[in-house]
């Protein structure tokens, strides 16, 4: 869904899609970037050492966003804070628009003006920011305590008005980070690793343990408890400064858990209340090999796209749409308001599911146009992952193909298809096991169903003709479908 001013898409993206930033007090993703003057900067190194970070998302033609600079908040803070100042914080302002260049920050094209004579701290552009930060509306303002944990902030205080230099001095120091233990305190500040097991295989799991006291951390114990027993002990040593902190790779975890605490234990720690961290492992659900996508696309249609991915992080299946020209965001088109199945035989082994909203809206639909969805099954009818109208920028799920366990319960062979290549009419035969009901269809693709029929037939062998004399030439799936169970093969139509 679109909107008609700069101004309301602040308003409607405030009220309706903060659920798609990142979670208070969730571990802030790591960054590097360049700002104006060429200088460098690194997230995790300016935290290490002891500094919050105030960072600013921003676009270079959004308007709220320039009125927030005009306020000069940030600048005024940074000269009493920031690198102008006492050097105890680090403020940035990135343009995280991925489709403007970096030469707008100076005004031309889409911008509002010269950012550069807004913006007197820290200035960059990055294309790689708005993914990792859930970024889903213009400005999107995060506060950053060293401990790496991440607060939306926003434009001003909770209790309502607009920041100043106190009320962001207050903010800052006082309200959300926390300062450091006068003595010694070890933190366990997050877990870093796998949370879904696939395959039956161990997980290693990956902790970040960090100083938060104002005394040197040089050892600690590491344990890993499982149905509150400890399972393993791993015994570190180093070297912490205050917020200093150090990634540990400990012991596998057993491929039964589901589960898992770690818990830090050091000598004199005197806060023991950040000193462990629970997780759940989500196990893979299990899957046929054969796999069907249905995309029921709302009228942004090109806004959506999804791939599967195996176990290598390899793309083996994905699919995008077409953008329409009914208004300037690409309404409308082709693919709009209209279902598209998608079908694939994988092999066995670990999958994940990834589907991405380019807006930051999912399918939401309007008042005036429906809202989508999509449906990922198996062979076997099992619904592996299912959405639908406004889910964010990104959903995911996690699978497990074992076999084709089913299938064989209903066709007693496999499906014959002759002649294939075709010009004009195939025959399709197969054996069924008992009379049943058969849907056959016939999908492009561009995942368009361009046949569709419901048969009744009996046990034993069974043959349909089809004419496909008026289809255009390509590659067709043939898909059968008995009692949710599916078979699918590729025919090719020549012309």
Not at 64 to 77: H, I, L, Q
Request: hydrophobic share 35%; net charge negative.
């Amino acid at each position: 869904m679109k909107n008609l001013s700069i101004t309301l898409v602040l308003t409607i993206f405030t009220s309706t899609f903060l659920f798609a930033q990142l979670a208070p007090g969730s571990t802030a993703p790591d960054f590097t970037i360049t700002d104006t003057d060429g200088v460098t900067h690194n997230l995790y190194d300016i935290l290490d050492e002891g500094k919050p970070v105030l960072l600013d998302l921003f676009a270079t033609w959004c308007g709220p966003c320039w009125s927030f600079a005009e306020t000069g908040v940030f600048d005024e803070f940074d000269e009493l804070y920031g690198a102008n100042g006492d050097n105890s914080v680090f403020t940035v302002a990135v343009e995280a628009d991925p489709s403007t260049p970096a030469s707008e920050l100076y005004g031309g094209g889409s911008s509002i003006g010269d950012w550069t004579t807004m913006i007197h701290y820290a200035l960059a552009n990055d294309d790689n920011i708005a993914e990792p930060y859930a970024l889903a509306y213009y400005p999107t303002i995060y506060l950053i305590c060293p401990d790496r944990t991440v607060t939306e902030i926003g434009q001003g205080p909770a209790s309502g008005g607009s920041w100043n230099v106190q009320t962001l001095a207050q903010e800052v120091f006082v309200n959300t980070c926390p300062a450091p233990v006068e003595g010694l305190n070890a933190m366990m500040q997050s877990y870093d690793a796998e949370l879904v097991s696939c395959g039956g295989a161990k997980i290693e799991p990956i902790v970040t343990i960090m100083n938060m006291g104002t005394e040197d951390m040089t050892a600690c114990s590491i344990q890993t408890i499982v149905g509150g027993s400890v399972i393993n002990t791993y015994n570190w040593t180093g070297s912490l400064a205050t917020f200093a902190s150090d990634q540990v790779t400990l012991p596998e975890i057993p491929a039964n858990t589901t589960n898992v605490s770690f818990n830090v234990v050091m000598d004199g720690d005197l806060q023991a209340s950040d000193d462990d961290i629970d997780i759940e492992i989500e196990f893979a659900t299990e899957s046929h090999a054969y796999i069907h996508v249905e995309v029921n696309a709302d009228y942004y249609a090109g806004e959506t796209s999804w791939d599967i991915r195996n176990s290598n992080g390899s793309v083996v299946f994905s699919g995008s749409y077409q953008d329409g020209t009914a208004d300037q965001w690409g309404g409308g088109g082709p693919d709009a308001d209209m279902t598209h199945d998608h079908f694939k035989e994988l092999s066995e082994g670990c999958y994940t599911f990834n589907l991405v909203d380019s807006y930051g809206d999912g399918q939401a639909g309007s008042a005036n146009t429906p809202a989508g969805s999509v449906v990922v099954s198996d062979g076997n009818g099992l619904e592996l992952f299912s959405i639908s109208g406004n889910w964010g920028s990104e959903a995911s799920s996690n699978f497990e193909v074992t076999s084709g366990v089913g299938i064989e319960e209903v066709f007693e062979n496999s499906i014959s298809i002759f002649p294939n290549p075709t010009f004009n009419n195939t025959s399709v035969s197969f054996n069924l096991s008992e009379s049943n009901e058969v849907i056959i269809e016939l999908v492009n693709t561009l995942g368009q169903k361009v046949f569709t029929k419901e048969y009744e037939m009996a046990a034993g062998s069974n043959t349909v003709d089809l004419s496909v004399e008026a289809l255009n030439a390509g590659i067709y799936y043939l898909n059968i479908i008995v009692d949710d169970k599916l078979m699918t093969e590729k025919l090719n139509i020549l012309k």
